[in-house]
């Protein structure tokens, strides 16, 4: 961990703090695999930077931290430009890109309206849940160009959002409605299906969220062998339950607040 570099963005006080709170939640996360019997090297610790300055995210690059997560499509772009500005490092967007740069995760509410502007741009969109958005989605990479001097047509990496707790007001798509979505995205020659992503009702207690977690975990099993695909990616757990979800399979998770601490006001 380079806490000199870190300190190249932030204050002292405030960088030591911010590498501590990462560290701390590594640990956890690093704590729970090994109690599972899992290998902590499977889990992709999601740094969501929601609200957050552009400058925290630096710091946390320049540490070490490769994988953001962000919510909304205009902020994120933003603060992809803003960052790799201040550390000198572009986004490692697509898929065989390379690079060492930051990786930027999709996992807000997305609108087809807004398919144009995240196609590329992110290494992975963890929130499709609908037939209409990943069909925009695969006309705009029809779109752009080929990528690298092999000409590889460009592919973007998708989980499908599910809404597990069967809430009205909540993205995603149902569970009855799965297997439906999933066979619609894989006739998708440019979208590649990795996985499914939750986001359970939120109670203070985390263990409230294992029911959630194991039927997300029981649902990709069953879809995996139903399409003879891998589908090796689990996206859920946050601050309160990440210990949880990864005790239930989980193989990406998204933390938020106990990195970045409390967020501030939407600006
Ligand atoms: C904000 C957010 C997180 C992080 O939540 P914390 O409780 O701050 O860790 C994770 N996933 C999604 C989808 C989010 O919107």
């Known amino acids: 961990m380079s806490d000199n570099a870190a300190s190249a963005f932030l204050p002292p006080d405030a960088a030591r703090a911010l590498l501590d709170r990462w560290a701390a939640v ?10 599972a019997g899992r290998d902590p090297a499977g889990i992709t610790l999601v740094a969501v930077s929601k609200y957050h300055p552009a400058v925290s995210v630096a710091a946390l690059v320049a540490a070490g931290q490769r994988d953001f ?25 697509l898929p065989g890109a390379g690079g060492e740069g930051p990786r930027w995760h999709f996992i807000g509410h997305l609108q087809s309206n807004k398919a144009r502007d995240v196609v590329g741009r992110f290494a992975l969109l963890h929130t499709v849940d609908s037939e209409t958005l990943a069909r925009k989605l695969d006309q705009r990479l029809a779109a752009m160009p080929a990528q690298g001097a092999g000409g590889v047509p460009p592919v ?9 707790g069967d809430e009205a007001q909540k993205s995603g798509v149902d569970p009855d409605e799965l297997p439906a979505l999933a066979d619609a995205v894989l006739a998708l020659p440019r979208l590649r299906l990795l996985g499914l992503m ?61 990195i970045f601490g409390p967020r501030p006001a939407r600006g």
């Open 26 to 35: 590594r640990a956890r996360v690093d704590g729970a695999a090994r109690a």
């Open 69 to 93: 997560g962000e919510n909304y499509v205009q902020e994120a772009l933003r603060k992809q430009a803003e960052v790799a500005d201040m550390t000198g490092m572009g986004p490692d967007a």
């Open 156 to 164: 973007q990496d998708i989980l499908l959002q599910v809404n597990i």
């Open 198 to 258: 939750c986001m359970p009702p939120i109670f203070d207690d985390g263990e409230a969220s294992r029911p959630f977690f194991a039927r997300l975990r029981e649902l990709r099993d069953g879809l995996a062998v139903r399409m003879g695909l891998p589908l090796p990616h689990l996206s859920m757990g946050m601050s309160h339950d990440v210990e949880v979800a990864v005790a239930e399979g989980a193989t990406i998770v998204r933390v938020g607040t106990d």
